[in-house]
């Protein structure tokens, strides 16, 4: 699956397009359209107008208000990553920025309601430490805020979806607020509420407007990191609504 992902997502699938095209040169007309839909297609995807129309179409919640968070009984963050070798925090490995800026949000959302915390994230390539054993330990230190859950076992969201539901029906939690990014969200929502759970969407990082004029077309790495992001989830919510319709 995650050889399948690199090959239908830039820039793999876009050098792809370019040397099929570079074969097929003799015959002229399809061989230069691949070309230019390989070139045109990496350069679009980088350009802030693109990132924020493909980010923009993943993000229906809003904020939640005071009074939603009020019926939840625990706040779930999910692991969005880890960086290898982070020797500023003395911990061997990390959590990765877009994980940083879910801890922020879930350590916000714990002051402001005193909800007990559970933190998802497993070894996806095997690491010594699972991924939430990196954000316990973030929370603790850098936040100052307890975690009373850690699963550590989950590769995937609809893992982190079915594991963490087992451990908080355990308690008798029914209902949580559940915090990721913006665009991630509704995959999520999705697979928690799968699993019978009550879920309270809380989003952190949008997407930002472009800026105006010429600049909105410019394109830049980052952008095209945004884009790549949001074509990945776009092929993720596919993918879960194909297992939906699936006997």
């Known amino acids: 699956m995650t050889l399948l992902k690199t090959l239908l997502l830039p ?3 876009n050098v792809l397009l370019v040397l099929l095209g570079l074969l097929l040169s003799p015959r002229r007309f399809l061989g230069a359209l691949l070309i230019m839909l390989g070139l045109f297609g990496l ?9 924020h129309a493909l980010r923009q179409g993943l993000e229906p919640y809003p904020t939640p208000a005071r009074t939603q968070l009020e019926g939840a009984e625990a706040i779930v963050i999910l692991g969005g990553g880890r960086d290898y ?19 922020a949000y879930g350590a916000h959302l714990h002051r402001q309601t005193e ?36 699963e550590g076992e989950s590769r995937s969201t609809a893992e982190n979806a079915r594991l963490s539901a087992e451990m908080l029906r ?33 989003p952190t990082e949008f997407t930002s407007p472009p800026p ?3 600049a909105a077309w410019l394109p830049r790495a980052y952008h095209l990191n945004q884009s790549t992001r949001a074509l990945n989830e776009w092929l993720g919510r596919a993918g879960q609504s194909l297992r939906q319709l699936l006997p």
């Open 11 to 13: 820039p793999t699938l």
């Open 212 to 214: 105006e004029g010429l």
């Open 170 to 202: 355990a308690d008798g939690i029914e209902r949580v607020a559940l915090v990721s990014q913006a665009w991630h969200l509704p995959r999520a929502v999705a697979e928690f509420e799968a699993q019978g759970l009550t879920v309270v969407p809380a």
């Open 85 to 103: 070798t982070a020797p500023e925090f003395g911990w061997g490995d990390a959590p990765a920025n877009p994980t940083w800026r879910r801890l």
């Open 115 to 150: 909800l007990p915390l559970l933190v998802s994230g497993g070894r996806v390539h095997d690491e010594e430490a699972a991924e939430a054993s990196l954000m316990a330990a973030a929370l603790r230190d850098v936040f100052d805020v307890p975690v009373r859950w850690l």
């Open 43 to 51: 350069l679009l995807l980088a350009t802030p107008m693109a990132s």
